[in-house]
Antibody, heavy 121, light 108 residues
Framework: EVQLVQSGAEVKKPGESLRISCRGS????????IGWVRQMPGKGLEWMGI????????RYNPSFQGHVTISVDKSIRTVYIQWSSLKASDSAMYYC??????????????WGQGTMVTVSS | EIVLTQSPGTLSLSPGERATLSCRAN???????LAWYQHKPGQAPRLLIY???GRATGIPDRFSGSGSGTDFTLTISRLEPEDFAVYSC?????????FGPGTKVDIK
């Protein structure tokens, strides 16, 4: 069974750093793109970027590039997204999701349960 | 970046009725790479449709997708109680793979 399990909710202060994780299981981890999607309170889904675990090829939405970093540790089947300096506007639910096939241009067929990030002074 | 617009913002219908949701792009979607997701509070989104009209694994046939170029439609032929949710379209033909703002289907 394909599963993506995300790390737990986080409460941080502005300016702090944060890394959240997404561990994949039940499939050949290296060969499926995994992406991150943001949902701010009361808003729609936003595609942040994706990574191909096998070679760490990473593509970002220009709206997020420079503010987040997506990385992978193949040895533990885990993808990360990290912030070096959080802002209050980063408060949101963050989902990881896997592409349906090995293609770059593809849909997300399996999703993590979401990680709520709250940034408040 | 391709911008997707969904209409209506909210659709109020009764169980058993037909729902027609629209997704429009500000430029042509490459290869009609347009997907639809269902999203319920407290749950992760669920893939319904890919490639504009392909039904994802396990999705009931009351869900259907159509359209091409810039105009796409998700149709739910007869609403079941579990179908009341938010529906979002996503284009994955041109990076960044943007989502629409969503249409909420609620109970009338």
């Amino acid at each position: 069974e394909v599963q993506l399990v995300q790390s737990g909710a986080e409460v941080k202060k502005p300016g702090e750093s944060l890394r959240i994780s997404c561990r994949g299981s039940g499939y050949t981890f290296n060969y499926y793109w995994i992406g991150w999607v943001r949902q701010m309170p009361g808003k729609g889904l936003e595609w942040m970027g994706i990574i191909y675990p096998d070679d760490s090829d990473t593509r970002y939405n220009p709206s997020f590039q420079g503010h987040v970093t997506i990385s992978v540790d193949k040895s533990i089947r885990t993808v990360y997204i990290q912030w070096s300096s959080l802002k209050a506007s980063d408060s949101a639910m963050y989902y990881c999701a896997r592409h349906r096939a090995s293609s770059f241009r593809d849909v997300f067929d399996f999703w993590g349960q979401g990680t709520m990030v709250t940034v408040s002074s | 970046e391709i911008v997707l617009t969904q209409s209506p913002g909210t659709l109020s219908l009764s169980p058993g009725e037909r729902a027609t949701l629209s997704c429009r792009a500000n430029q042509s979607v490459t290869n009609n790479y347009l997907a639809w997701y269902q999203h319920k509070p407290g749950q992760a989104p669920r893939l319904l449709i890919y490639g504009a009209s392909g039904r994802a694994t396990g999705i009931p046939d009351r869900f259907s997708g159509s359209g091409s170029g810039t105009d796409f439609t998700l149709t739910i032929s007869r609403l079941e109680p579990e179908d009341f949710a938010v529906y979002s379209c996503q284009q994955y033909g041109s990076s960044p793979f943007t989502f629409g703002p969503g249409t909420k289907v609620d109970i009338k």
